[in-house]
């Protein structure tokens, strides 16, 4: 079965960092695209990265650029989300995503991110 794992949220601190992580079962990273979304209180779920492993392209939002890195795994099959110099804009929930698998999208629990000002 196919299971994608969220987790290393936490609360800290404006310009600290945090890593998250997508613990993927019942597939390969390395084949398919994973991305990460989060969904702030009272607004949409939005996009923020996305990692393609099958031809190494990434992909980051406007407002992480430069402070957010996404990258995987093989050994663990894991996606990573690194993220660096944190603001309070980027408290949410966070969640990764395995798109069109088979004719399905995936989504991970999310993981709760706050950041203190």
């Known amino acids: 079965d196919v299971q994608l794992q969220a987790s290393g949220g936490g609360l800290v601190q404006a310009g600290g960092s945090l890593r998250l992580s997508c613990a993927a079962s019942?597939?390969?990273?390395?084949?398919?695209?994973i991305a990460w979304f989060r969904q702030a209180p009272g607004k949409e779920r939005e996009g923020v990265s996305c990692?393609?492993?099958?031809?190494?392209?990434?992909f980051y939002e406007d407002s992480v650029k430069g402070r957010f890195t996404i990258f995987s795994d093989s050994a663990t099959n894991t996606v990573y989300l690194q993220m660096n110099s944190l603001t309070p804009d980027d408290t949410a929930v966070y969640y990764c995503?395995?798109?069109?698998?088979?004719?399905?999208?995936?989504w991970g629990k999310g993981t709760q991110v706050t950041v203190s000002s």
């Open positions: 995503k395995l798109p069109y698998y088979r004719g399905m999208d995936y």
């Open positions: 019942g597939f390969t990273v390395d084949d398919y695209a």
């Open positions: 990692i393609s492993n099958s031809n190494g392209r990434t």
